[in-house]
């Protein structure tokens, strides 16, 4: 069996629509792999699995005894390196665990498609982008309201934790708990339970507390 030219192209269209509604919503959010990385990752998985299920058949004939399934499971295990990357990227937080999570699914509808799976790509993606941005709404809100807890690492020197406080101070962020572990080296770990938090600030909230002299790492979970 050999596709036709319009059926390579529908697929590769389809697969280029599909991940871009996933890379729009991480786009919409500033993440280092947004629009155009989701279409890639999507219409190469795409073509690996047309090649992989069709080309060799073409290339070397019909009795060619091939494995369609072989370069499929190498996209899977491959994309996990630049999911990693966005991860690495964004270090200072773990935001850029759903990226990746988020590439490694378009990388799979891409290889849905490219078999001819329409519906189960289709239905994947609209499940991808109600999680990602239905219930990531529904999570921040529950977890705004019963508090997130803050980890900071600091140096330990007089006036750090008055200069943390007034940054929590100026986005109008509730403390109720605080904790503070010293070691050896000097430095401390401040945990603080916080609450009231607007999603739209936090970004710049953990940005402006990086920006602190002494500070070396801040995370929001």
């Known amino acids: 069996m050999s596709l036709s030219l319009i059926e390579v192209f529908l697929r ?7 991940s871009g509604m996933v890379g729009l919503e991480r786009e919409s959010h500033g993440r280092p792999a947004g629009f155009r990385t989701h279409i890639l990752v999507a219409l190469g998985s ?3 699995m047309i090649v992989s299920a069709y080309g060799f058949r073409e290339a070397f004939g019909p009795n060619t ?6 370069m499929a ?3 899977i295990s491959g994309i996990g390196f630049l999911g990693a990357g966005t991860i690495i990227h964004e270090g200072a937080t773990i935001r850029g665990l759903t990226t990746a999570a988020s590439l490694w699914s378009v990388a799979g509808i891409g290889l ?10 289709i239905i994947t ?3 991808v982008v109600l999680t990602l941005i239905v219930l990531n709404r529904l999570e921040f809100g529950l977890m705004g309201e019963s508090g997130r807890i803050l980890k900071i690492q600091t140096v330990d020197i007089p006036g750090q934790l008055a200069k943390i406080f007034q940054v929590l101070a100026n986005y109008e962020v509730s403390v109720s708990n605080v904790s503070l572990v010293n070691d050896e080296l000097g430095n401390t770990e401040v945990v603080l339970k916080v609450s009231n938090l607007s999603k739209k600030h936090y970004t710049k909230l953990l940005e402006e507390l990086l920006n602190e002299s002494g500070i070396s790492s801040a995370n929001l979970y």
Do not use: H, K
Not at 65 to 70: G, S
């Open 73 to 75: 499971a190498q996209v």
């Open 65 to 70: 005894d091939f494995d369609p399934a072989r």
């Open 46 to 48: 795409t073509l690996v």
């Open 112 to 121: 849905a498609v490219g078999i001819g799976m329409y519906y189960p790509a």
């Open 12 to 18: 590769l269209f389809v697969s280029l629509i599909l």
């Open 125 to 127: 993606t609209g499940f």
